[in-house]
């Protein structure tokens, strides 16, 4: 399966070749046959697509399609969040239209109290002096994006982007073994600098070590 993206859309081929002499041709070549359509912002597959799909070609479309989008999406929260709780970009932009009301005063002289307004809502605003060290920038929080990380993961396998487990085998199977190794690096035994989460927050007091 291959995509063609189209603007905001993303088009899904399968691809099958036909070898020299099927049917009379007199060499070989690809037919590409459409199978549907979503949106390159989709975080999800839609449940009627999905059931067109196999599970390799939903776990490729999870991949190229949805993950990149879900990750894009929080990314966008984030900063979206982040530019609403900033006021500098505010003063900013406070400053430029201040400096295009001065000009064009020259022109046009506004009331008294429309200015001492302006004063008035600079003064209440907290700055930074002399005996306030600066505020330093948020740290990214590890944890917080873990969460969100495997909370994006449990959506993503509800709405079956890996399918259903085989009736055997399934310890053999990707999603299996990954899983495998989210836990180790969750709640694994090992210590040391690569040892799991669990050992981490033990160490540093903020979880509790089981007793024997």
Not at 53 to 67: A, D, F, G, K
Not at 96 to 113: A, G, I, K, T
Request: aromatic fraction near 6%.
């Amino acid at each position: 399966m291959h995509k063609k993206t189209r603007g905001k859309t993303a088009c899904l081929y399968r691809s099958r070749w036909v070898p020299k002499g099927t049917e009379g041709n007199t060499h070989g070549y690809a037919v590409q046959t459409f199978v549907g359509s979503l949106s390159v912002d989709a975080c999800s597959l839609p449940t009627e697509l999905a059931s067109r799909l196999t599970e390799q070609e939903r776990l490729y479309v999870e991949t190229s399609i949805c993950r990149p989008a879900r990750e894009a999406a929080e990314q966008a929260r984030r900063e979206a969040q982040q530019r609403e709780a900033d006021p500098l970009w505010r003063l900013a932009e406070a400053a430029r239209l201040v400096d295009e009301s001065e000009q064009r005063s020259q022109q046009r002289r506004v009331p008294r109290e429309r200015v001492q307004a302006v004063r008035n809502a600079l003064s209440r605003v907290q700055v930074l002096d002399s005996v306030e060290p600066p505020t330093p920038d948020p740290r990214p929080d590890p944890l917080q994006d873990a969460l969100t990380a495997v909370r994006a993961a449990a959506t993503a396998v509800r709405a079956g982007a890996y399918g259903r487990a085989p009736e055997r085998g399934v310890r053999s199977t990707y999603p299996y073994r990954l899983w495998s190794d989210i836990l180790e690096a969750v709640s694994g035994t090992d210590s040391g600098p690569t040892g799991s989460l669990m050992r981490a927050l033990q160490d540093r007091g903020f979880a509790k070590t089981k007793q024997r």
